[in-house]
T-cell receptor
Framework: KAGVTQTPRYLIKTRGQQVTLSCSPI?????VSWYQQTPGQGLQFLFE???????NKGNFPGRFSGRQFSNSRSEMNVSTLELGDSALYLC???????????FGPGTRLTVT | GDSVTQMEGPVTLSEEAFLTINCTYT??????LFWYVQYPGEGLQLLLK?????DKGSNKGFEATYRKETTSFHLEKGSVQVSDSAVYFC??????????????FGKGTLLTVNP
């Protein structure tokens, strides 16, 4: 069974631009969560989607948004990029009712 | 809110040494506890889990026991290998009846095992 895939793997953007990251969960998984990983703050929860609805949201500004499609694929968008948004963005998927999350390899975003 | 505190690294050991990485947590109710491992350039992999008090999670020679009385979930391995070199994260999922998939992570501990 294919794992969680994220595209692109690497991205370089300029301050003020916006970016969209994509995540395809494991087949049959309906929950998709997003995390930001930085050396200073570690792993921080962004949001979680289930059946196209946002169920949980972390403490990030409104510049960070996401959505989920009917096939469970998810996208996250960051508008008006700041240097501090440089990070590894990880997506994780879960089966409904399971305690386990499966992570993708991440998208490395660099903002210059 | 919920939080996880794990020992600061880096930790450097020789092959076949005993490993302990301490993890304590603060949470209401009965959270589920996890250890994840991240190899260089990769995402996180679930190493082991425990969902209730006194449960012992184990995988690939690693073990951790859910201790509610001390709010701890320390990771141990009796004999580490060079291939165990990675960053280890302790994490919890709050007790919310299965409808909340938010994980709260510790800062991570870098383990380096030398031959």
């Amino acid at each position: 069974k294919a794992g969680v895939t994220q595209t692109p793997r690497y991205l370089i953007k300029t301050r003020g631009q916006q970016v969209t990251l994509s995540c395809s969960p494991i087949s049959g998984h309906r929950s998709v969560s997003w995390y930001q990983q930085t050396p200073g703050q570690g792993l921080q929860f962004l949001f979680e989607y289930f059946s196209e609805t946002q169920r949980n949201k972390g403490n990030f500004p409104g510049r960070f948004s996401g959505r989920q499609f009917s096939n469970s694929r998810s996208e996250m968008n960051v508008s008006t990029l700041e240097l501090g948004d440089s990070a590894l963005y990880l997506c994780a998927s879960s089966r409904a009712g399971s305690y386990e999350q499966y992570f993708g390899p991440g998208t490395r975003l660099t903002v210059t | 809110g919920d939080s996880v505190t794990q020992m600061e690294g880096p930790v450097t050991l020789s092959e076949e040494a005993f490993l302990t990485i301490n993890c304590t947590y603060t949470a209401t109710g009965y959270p589920s506890l996890f250890w994840y491992v991240q190899y260089p350039g990769e995402g996180l992999q679930l190493l082991l889990k425990a969902t209730k008090a006194d449960d012992k999670g184990s995988n690939k020679g690693f073990e951790a026991t859910y201790r509610k009385e001390t709010t701890s979930f320390h990771l141990e391995k009796g004999s580490v290998q060079v291939s165990d070199s990675a960053v280890y994260f302790c994490a919890l999922k709050e007790d919310s009846g299965g409808s909340n998939y938010k994980l709260t992570f510790g800062k991570g501990t870098l383990l380096t095992v030398n031959p």
